[in-house]
């Protein structure tokens, strides 16, 4: 059973960091894509950024430039950066990654981020 477990969320201050991370276990293959979305309060969970397993990163264009985000197929991990968090910013963020053969998606627990000084 694949499962996708976020870690480093937490409190950050107005115009701090954000560095998650994300480490997927019960796979033996490459997954397909494997990225990050987010969630605010009371609102749809949303796109911020994946990557398939050729490199080829898909973002949201509200999100353009404002994170950086990374995987490594050796490691079964993916990563995600911001610097410079506002207060639109908090949120939940959730893991995701998708696989071909099988097909199937899977989604992390969620970390929360909370921007507050």
């Known amino acids: 059973q694949v499962e996708l477990v976020e870690s480093g969320g937490g409190l950050v201050q107005p115009g701090g960091s954000l560095r998650l991370s994300c480490v997927a276990s019960?796979?033996?293959?490459?997954?397909?894509?494997m990225g990050w979305y987010r969630q605010a309060p009371g609102e749809q969970r949303e796109l911020v950024a994946t990557?398939?397993?050729?490199?080829?990163?898909t973002h949201a264009d509200s999100v353009k430039g404002r994170y950086t985000s990374s995987r490594d197929d050796a490691k079964n991990t993916a990563s995600l950066r911001r610097t410079s968090l506002k207060a639109a910013d908090p949120a939940l963020y959730y893991c995701?990654?998708?696989?071909?053969?099988?097909?199937?998606?899977?989604w992390g627990q969620g970390t929360q981020v909370t921007v507050s000084s």
């Open positions: 990557i398939n397993r050729i490199g080829k990163t």
């Open positions: 019960g796979s033996a293959f490459v997954f397909h894509s």
């Open positions: 995701n990654a998708v696989s071909d053969y099988p097909w199937g998606e899977y």
